[in-house]
């Protein structure tokens, strides 16, 4: 059987939701790809409908070596997303080095290569959140996570690759098969566990003069709008470039609780907690995806509003487990 995709990070947050909507238009050619540890990220590969699966160094490997099967399109989701992860060799290595291994293998193989930057490029938002490529190496990721991103999306652009490519930088993505990530869930997640536990909801507060507490500014964009992004760039592979993926509209975290507490039909409590002193310098008041660049690729669809996205992650997934 010839494979039609190969999804890397595919037990993942957004990669198993991209698998499951390549599912739901009839697709089960499909090479998974990912390194599934000890966590439970194994739960995400459950009902889902595909050909393979391969650990992350043996598909690294078999790409070296030639042998990998050769797809129409090859999604590349697969990193460490740790904001707060410390060895950078590992991160240049995984997140960096091998997104330039599957580029390059893409491109020599006639392969639509789609592949996941990340909001945290921007950093604290000096430079704004444009994704205009002349603005691109003027950027200063606050983490190294970030700047693992940053170091691929530079590349790229000196390359002239970004004319056969595309990359999406996604905001504050959240929803259904995110559990397994730990500290690096959304905060709909965190807050439904704090809610069912507690009756309340902790956020920072601000130490920042301009915001109130809880009313520091987030792009939250829901998953499945973030998959039928993604899914655009291979349905128009002539449409190529670097892009935001978020909804282009901030809304705070007061109003990302709030909606969780109606969801859950329960009186709002929140709590406002300080921002730890190492967390304070790095910590972003504000940012919003400018989907200018976006909407001119041909991207149509509506972004979910903040409030029904919330009701439907929490009432349709969290509150049925």
Known sequence: MSIQFIVTG??????????????????????LVDALGSDERWRNLVGLRYAGYM???????????????IPRTLFHLGACSSTTEKNADFLIDNNT??????????LANGVRFVYASSA?????????????????????PLNMYGYSKQMFDEWALKGGLLSKIA???????????????????????KAWHQIRETGEVQLFKSHHPKYKDGEQLRDFVYVRDAVAATLFFHDHPEKSGLFNCGTGKARTWNDLVRAVFSAMKKPVKIRYIDVPELLREKYQYYTQADITKLRDAGFRNPFTELEAGVLDYVAGYLEQR
């Open 10 to 31: 595919a037990a993942g947050f957004i990669g198993s939701n991209l698998v499951s909507a390549l599912n739901a238009r009839g697709h089960d050619r499909i090479l």
């Open 55 to 69: 650990g992350r160094e043996e598909f690294r490997e078999a790409v070296r070596k030639r042998t990998a099967p």
């Open 97 to 106: 080095r091998t997104t330039r291994e599957l580029c390059e293998w893409s």
């Open 120 to 140: 945290a490029t921007y950093g604290d938002g000096a430079q704004g959140y444009s994704d205009a490529d002349s603005v691109t190496p003027a950027l200063k």
């Open 167 to 189: 990359g999406l930088k996604y905001f504050n993505v959240y929803g259904p098969r995110e559990a397994h990530k730990g500290d690096m869930r959304s905060v709909v997640n």
